[in-house]
């Protein structure tokens, strides 16, 4: 498998302007939403200006240092991501594929999206290239790279890959600042939850045999009421303090159905090879 480290939107330059325009008045285009199901991107047709997970609690100031918080450069809070290097972060594929990344900022080093604590601009961006395909939401990862490194302190650090298998019963952390409903108010502060991990067989029989749940995915529920919601696309999910997943999809917000996230574990060798690959070509 190839992977290329373009940057993303270099051959969209012509509608530069229009994207700044649209997020300028808090819309944000998205393909997304066709189904039944939507990714938890914060689109103008789910949430406005992002919100809160649901069902979730603030978390600790320096309780996920990892988490950042990709915006427009306006400020608008658009997805989260994560810290797993220096100078690289993930989020989920839709987060940055089609749009160009001089409009978007990523933040880090602070529980207050409104308050940044470190301010950088992905220069590289690379999405799975399998990314929707053969359907949405499957493959629904990408590595960035930020201009500059970041450096480490209890407010802002890096978070490890891990490479165990969830299997039933395990339980996973949700943090971001994803919206509590649709058309929810943000919160200042980011928030947590812990959800329990749904197995593969599970996860499809409780999304009737969807074809949209992914073998590259890890299913999360615990109740309806609880869960991921528009604005966490992206975030990470951790279980003993590894990075397990990145928010993808599900019915919002918390509809009693299995949230969807990218499976950092099935997706170990993409990660790999893409950071190598652009540290070799980065200049």
């Known amino acids: 498998m190839i992977f290329h480290c373009a940057k993303v939107g270099s051959v969209i330059k012509f509608y530069h302007l229009s994207v700044i325009l649209l997020i300028s008045f808090n819309y944000w285009p998205s393909s997304y939403g066709k189904r039944i199901h939507k990714s938890y991107l914060n689109t103008e047709d789910v949430v406005i200006n992002g919100g809160r997970i649901v069902g979730g609690e603030v978390a600790e100031v320096g309780f996920a240092p990892y988490q950042v918080s990709i915006q427009s450069i306006f400020g608008s809070h658009l997805c989260g991501g994560v810290i797993i290097d220096e100078q690289w972060i993930l989020t989920a594929a839709h987060c940055v594929e089609d749009y160009p990344l001089d409009v978007l900022r990523v933040i880090a080093g602070t529980n207050n999206w409104h308050k940044p604590g470190v301010v950088r601009q992905m220069v590289l961006a690379t999405p799975h290239c399998r990314h929707d395909k053969p359907i949405f939401y499957h493959n629904d990862i990408a590595a960035a790279r930020l201009n500059e490194p970041l450096h480490f302190d209890n407010l802002t650090n890096k978070i490890e890959l891990s490479r165990d298998v969830l299997k039933a019963g395990d339980i996973i952390t949700l943090?971001?600042?994803?919206?509590?409903?649709?058309?929810?108010?943000?919160?200042?502060?980011?928030?947590k939850i812990s959800l329990n991990f749904v197995p593969h067989t599970e996860c499809k029989r409780l999304w009737n045999d969807d074809e949209g749940v992914d073998v590259g995915h890890i299913c999360s529920l615990t109740q309806e009421g609880e869960g991921a919601c528009n604005g966490d696309s992206g975030g990470p999910l951790v279980h003993k303090g590894k990075l397990v997943g990145l928010v993808n999809w599900g019915a919002p917000c918390a509809r009693g159905k299995p949230d969807m996230h990218a499976s950092t574990v099935y997706y170990y060798d993409f990660i790999q090879r893409a950071l190598n690959l652009c540290h070799i070509h980065r200049d």
């Open 175 to 191: 943090t971001g600042w994803g919206a509590t409903r649709l058309n929810g108010e943000p919160p200042e502060m980011l928030q």
